[in-house]
């Protein structure tokens, strides 16, 4: 679909959406509604921690936080929660403000700024714009090269990912399809950094957090002491319990993945940035002005439309624009992104034409707890008619995962460890061209797996009759190993649950074995 037919359907949207808004432009709800609603999510999904915020009209009108930090201490409105793929409006936001600032155009070459950026294709690497990195549209496979990014820590860098991505194949043609990606980002990280001089943390903080009074964001390097009032993530154990993920010292260093999903911030701040958007002073307005803040909510990648989308908010239009999603919900038009890591969830969705939304931020693994909430909220504003109770919303996603779990998982129950002999002839040390080094290689009676930059990704090798998989020493998702038939090809890797995590891309993988386990 060409730009001009998007913008032209964009532009239908936001009429139909404009028409239909009631002549009371806002459901204003009392404090009491918002609090049963979040009372109810956090009772049904046993949530550690949350904080979460509501506009009206253009004023702050809920402000809540329940939890507490390891210190015992109770979460507050202050407390920092990563904030996750929230951050990409944030890198949008600062390639606009470098586009304003005639450092940029949306439309130059990636490699007028990054000279050694790489497609797997040479065509796409001439014709990769700076608005390309941002809209999923680059032919990449969905997840492409986030094995650089997770599981953390890891050894690889920012500029290890540009140099990756001519490595990474397409799985559709060049702006042909949308596949969500978080590398790209990273790109778009490097090049605004080479375009306004600065390391990405230290612009993005002189950018974006400083102008806007975004007092207590975090990126790059800070110390978590010094700061205080830190949320810990927290992931399930094996009996579904919340477990928390506790800081290894104080300083916090950069991370690959800091461009795509690694900014933390506080509700307070999270309704500040929401503000700016829905009801912008004078000031923010000479900060970002009309002609940048209508080029990120232009919806330039047509996204997939989901059945349960469908069923449950009527959607007919699904775009993706400069680190925002745009859609309509029950006819009313939403501009809204979530935030996803390892116990850390989050969720933004703006109303413009009620100058109203939410945010709330979770720390724990919580999507479904995060899909109930987004729906509640949304139907408070949008259709308070068709609103159903959090139970009804939650018992549907838990039907759903029931039958995935009974026909989606394989069962791996017979598994047992692999043993040196089964694999005699693919033991070695093997090497895929962006990922780097793995070693697959005897320990006793048993056989390992452990990735060089990737410490995590370390795990015991697996045998299911003539099958093998890598189970994680960390819980990682789990992979199937693909061998070769003959010695010199090509070693693959599939995620076991193939409906798991995206980010985990084994399939993306390509070894060839170089030599022989020392």
Known sequence: MSHFAISTLATWALVVCTAALPASAAQTGKRSD???????????????????????????????ALGNLDSGKPMDADTLFE????????????????????????????????????????????????????????GLPEGAGDLMLWPTPNEFTPDDVVAAMQ???????????YAYDNTLYIVAGQLAAAAGGTPYPALLRREVFEPLGMKRCQIGTWNRDEVGNVASPHVTDDDGRFVAVHAEGAIVHPATMDSAGGVRCSLNDMLTWAMNWLAPTPQQLDWLAPKQRHAEWTPYTPMPISARRRAWDGTLFFGYGYGWRIADVDGEMTVSHT???????????????RKSGFVF???AEAEDARSVLIE??????????????????????AHENEQHRRTGVPDTSSRTPAAPADLKNRLGVWRDPWFGEARLCARGDTVRFASLKSPRLTGQVMRIGDRYLV????????????????????????????????????????????????
């Not at 600062?94 to 155009?105: D, F």
């Not at 509640?376 to 996603?397: G, I, N, Q, W």
């Open 34 to 64: 918002y609090d049963s609603l979040v009372d109810a999510v956090v009772a049904r999904y046993h949530l550690p921690g949350i904080a979460v915020g509501v506009i009206d009209d253009g004023k702050v009108v809920y402000a809540r």
């Open 83 to 138: 904030i996750a793929s929230n951050t990409k409006a944030m890198t949008a936001s600062l390639l606009a403000r470098l586009v304003q600032q005639g450092k940029l155009r949306w439309d130059d070459p990636v490699t007028k700024y990054l000279p050694s950026f790489r497609m797997h294709d040479a065509w796409v690497t001439a014709n990769m714009q700076v608005g390309d990195l941002l809209v999923h549209r680059s």
């Open 167 to 177: 490595y990474l194949k397409p799985a559709y043609g060049f702006r042909a399809g």
């Open 339 to 353: 935030g996803t890591l390892s116990g850390m969830y989050s969720a933004m969705t703006l109303l413009p034409f």
């Open 361 to 363: 931020l979770i720390n």
């Open 376 to 397: 509640v909220l949304d139907k408070h504003f949008t259709a308070p008619a068709k609103a159903r109770s959090v139970a009804s919303y939650a018992d549907e996603l």
């Open 471 to 518: 189970h994680w020493d960390h819980g990682d998702v789990e992979a199937w190993l693909r061998f070769p038939e003959q010695p010199d090809g090509t070693l693959r890797m599939a995620k076991v649950d193939h409906e798991a995590d995206f980010s985990s891309d084994y399939e993306d993988l390509a070894f060839t074995r170089e030599r022989a386990c020392e």
